[in-house]
């Protein structure tokens, strides 16, 4: 329902702000992981592990695989496994756009689904953990990018209300539209003109600012549509249920998974950081 949407907003949003700029990155990082191994939970159910223990043990390793990360791995190389996962997020956002037949629903276990789930988790977690303590900018860009996929997400759903008739991916999920798109690259401009005139964008020009912006919000919706289509194929409505109005952990921060690697490359590209 609407007002549990708006009161769950209302109670998460101040807090998820205030942990971004006040919390020590140790325990911000800690914190992200728990909503991490939230969501990887309900990964192991979108992959067909149906028993209690399966999907227990599958959170288990994830948690072990974000402490061997946040100990052992060199940032040189989390650049390169943000590499990786940016180019797979623009071959899937364009593949899943491009879709035009039914998703068939999948029955049995997919190892498949919790391996790339786990990767795109890790990934987003060390993405945003890592900008988090690379500069004393790091918690400002972080809640830049926050805003910035909330904003294309509100602008989507106004512009797709109301002149929404083209669909965008029917067979994946049949109410966004390509005047959703156009309203999520309207906010992600206007975030960007935001950032630059209210906060500087440090040494990226307000062109490069821009473009990195609606890059990111269309791979976010990329990041919606997989996991829509994750939820299709296992014949769920929503990933969980553990927010009132909003589903699963997985419902909520689908966009940010993707667009995490995505945004913390491209802002060291342009000079965001600087």
């Known amino acids: 329902m ?25 325990v ?7 909503v991490m191994l939230l969501g990887a939970r309900e990964m192991a159910r979108l992959a067909n592990l149906q028993s209690t223990q399966a999907q227990a043990g ?30 797979w997020w623009l071959l899937m ?37 890592g900008l988090h303590a690379s500069t004393p900018r790091g918690p400002a860009m972080i809640l830049f990018l926050f805003v910035l996929i909330w904003v294309a997400d509100s602008g989507a759903y106004f512009a797709g209300r109301a002149f929404g008739r083209r669909k965008l991916s029917p067979f994946v999920s049949p109410g966004k539209t390509w005047a959703g798109v156009g309203g ?10 935001l950032l630059a005139v209210l906060v500087a964008a440090g040494g990226a ?24 289509r994750l939820k299709r194929e296992a014949g769920m409505k929503d990933s969980g249920n553990l927010l009132p109005g909003h589903g699963g952990v997985l419902d909520r921060i689908d966009s940010l998974l993707s667009a995490a690697p995505v945004f913390t490359l491209g802002a060291g590209l342009i000079g965001l950081l600087a």
Request: positive net charge; without cysteine; glycine residues 6%.
């Open 184 to 193: 999520a690259a309207a906010g992600a401009i206007i975030s960007a003109v």
């Open 58 to 87: 599958y959170v288990v390793v994830l948690a072990l695989v974000l402490w061997l990360v946040w100990r052992f791995l060199p940032p040189g190389q989390v650049v390169y496994l943000q590499w990786i996962m940016s180019i």
């Open 205 to 228: 020009s307000l062109p490069a600012l821009i473009a990195l912006s609606i890059l990111v919000t269309a791979v976010s919706i990329g990041g919606d549509l997989w996991e829509s």
């Open 93 to 129: 956002t364009v593949v899943l756009v491009s879709r035009r037949s039914e998703l068939p629903r999948v029955h049995g276990s997919r190892p498949a689904i919790l391996l790339l789930g786990g990767l795109v988790l890790v990934t987003a977690w060390v993405s945003i953990s």
């Open 28 to 34: 911000f990082a800690a914190l992200l992981g728990v």
């Open 2 to 26: 609407l007002w549990q949407r708006i009161l769950t907003a209302l109670v998460l949003v101040p807090l998820v702000v205030a942990g971004i700029l006040y919390l020590e990155t140790r």
